[in-house]
Nanobody
């Protein structure tokens, strides 16, 4: 499974962005999907995740209440809606799919990663 994250860009503080994650080669409709981000000089950090059904979602404390992950059953797409963006949200955002149906905050839970999309937040 090769994943592709898209939708990043340059925004101002307080703006919103919606990132998308899809795969052109294979469906991941039955797989848990996670979003991670990595800023320059920092380790990759968990942002949020969603189970295959969309019924379970998890978020890091830093984005809880501002970011929302969603997916529609049967669609080979997962979204990350980011509202009220802050300078500290600037990073390259990656989506990842697991072989498992569940969601998790652990990097080791995910087996397939895509190239990221850059999010820049200007103050």
């Amino acid at each position: 499974v090769q994943l592709q994250a898209s939708g990043g860009g340059l925004v101002q503080v307080g703006d919103s962005l919606r990132l998308s994650c899809t795969s052109s080669r294979r469906t991941f409709t039955n797989n848990g999907v996670g979003w991670f981000r990595q800023a320059p000089g920092k380790e990759r950090e968990f942002v949020g995740s969603i189970s295959w059904s969309g019924e379970s979602t998890y978020y890091s404390d830093s984005v809880k209440g501002r970011f929302t992950i969603s997916r529609r059953k049967g669609e080979n797409m997962v979204y990350l809606q980011m509202n009220n963006l802050k300078p500290e949200d600037a990073a390259v955002y990656y989506c990842a799919a697991s072989r498992y149906a569940s969601a998790s905050s652990q990097v080791s839970h995910y087996h397939y990663w895509g190239q990221g999309t850059q999010v820049t937040v200007s103050s």
